[in-house]
């Protein structure tokens, strides 16, 4: 595939720890090069401006997530067929399979749990006062509820994190750190292989219901494989991104921090802000199976299409004073974090319930982070901070 | 304009509702109820039905002008 004159092409490679670091000038330098623009490092066009992603996202028949997610072929093979890479029929019965149980109307009776264990968890780290925003509070919450909910034997769970940052390192390009995680996939693979061969979940899971799915003839055993892994993976480093994000801005920015605490009903928003403000899944891939073009921009069939979910939730042409975190933002439930559409995130009731009741639970009691000196993970997907010392500061 | 809701295609996941109450809502079972279905928005409604729509975040909800 090579670019037309007609395409604006950008030569430098946006995956390096150096870009990863410090990503918002490329994305704002793409956003300016046009609707589409050849990325030459990585063979693929980057649709960075709001418009056009969300309209890519929503046009499934030019653009296919099959053979399209990741920016590398060992990757796409490997999750062929799980409901992230997969399209029309195929994809909306693999959804229906696990997504009835992810809305919000299902997760009513997991409120209680999750918001008292976010108490909890709060309680006795405002007391130790100082701690790590990542490990201690991020990290926690997701990792005590959601191996529990998908039904994850014990054994094996400390090995999750590890499996589930490789997944999301193997969708960049073939850099150093996919072509480290794509064994470590592997692996995850095989336990969940092992899992639905064995049988061995937690009754009345999310994986139990998947395997009575199996059982009933709706999905074949490799669905049901597929499927295992499909809703863990990505449910734990994102919401670990958005938690850990939330505290490093509300440190930085402690009168958005007063906002909230005069009117904690802004917490939803404040949630939306957040990944709009440091998206924790920077793009997916899609394959353009027609020739079709975005915004005028020619894109030939066979060609990989980068949609970078957060370039597109700076873009000015959207967002007023995009580069501003302001969690009162009227138009923040338009970030498109979260994706959009067909194959927008159906864990996002319990993301969000999970956010919501840990910044409720601080809004309660917290006045003030006081952060130390922050790292940051690098991923190839997840933009996160992977430590972030805070103090915090109480009434009283 | 009309709104077109993909019934099929609901999750129940409320962001509608949130941003538009007086428009959409969903009932104790979690099911959608879209005030003006099969109708013209009237124009009191429309910035809100708009919003609502814009919200949606599985394209299940389509502004048809």
Known sequence: MTSTAAVPTYQADIYTDEALLEPYEHYRALRDLGPAVWLEAHGAYAVTRYADARAVLANTEDFHSANGIALNEPANSAILGCTLASDGELHAHLRQVVAHRLTPRSLRPMRETVTERADELVAELVQRRSFDAVSDLARALPLSIVPDFIGWPTEGREH??????????????????????????????????????????????????????????????????????????????????????????????????????????????????????????????????????????????????????????????????????????????????????????????????????????????????????????????????????????TEG | VQISVDYTRCEGHGLCEDQAPEVFSLDDAGDLHYRFEGQDVPPDHATAAGRGAASCPVAALKVVP
């Open chain 1, 160 to 393: 999750l994190l590890r499996w589930a940052g490789a997944n999301f390192d193997s969708f960049g390009p073939l850099n150093e750190r996919a072509q480290q995680a794509l064994p470590q996939c592997g692996e995850m693979a095989g336990f969940g292989a092992e899992i639905v061969r064995t049988g061995n979940v937690l009754p009345g899971s999310l994986g139990a219901s998947v395997l009575e799915s199996r059982d009933k003839g709706d999905i074949t055993t490799e669905q049901t494989m597929m499927l295992m892994l499909d809703y863990l993976a990505p449910s734990l480093d994102t919401t670990i991104s958005a938690v850990g994000s939330a505290i490093w801005l509300f440190g930085q920015f402690p009168d958005q921090w007063d906002r909230i605490r005069e009117d904690p009903s802004l917490i939803p928003n404040a949630v939306n802000e957040v990944v709009r403000y440091e998206s924790p899944i920077r793009a997916f891939g899609r394959l353009a199976v027609n020739d079709t073009e975005v915004d005028g921009v020619p894109i030939p069939a066979g060609s990989r299409v980068l949609v970078v979910y957060a370039a597109a939730n700076r873009d000015e042409r959207k967002f007023t004073d995009p580069d501003v975190f302001d969690v009162t933002r009227a138009d923040a439930v338009h970030q498109l974090g979260f994706g959009y559409g067909e194959h927008g995130c159906a864990g996002q009731a319990l993301a969000r319930m999970e956010a919501e009741s840990l910044l409720a639970a601080l809004a309660r009691t917290v006045t003030r982070f006081e952060l130390g000196r922050p790292e940051r993970a690098l991923n190839n997907l997840i933009r996160a901070l992977g430590s972030l010392p805070v103090t915090v500061h």
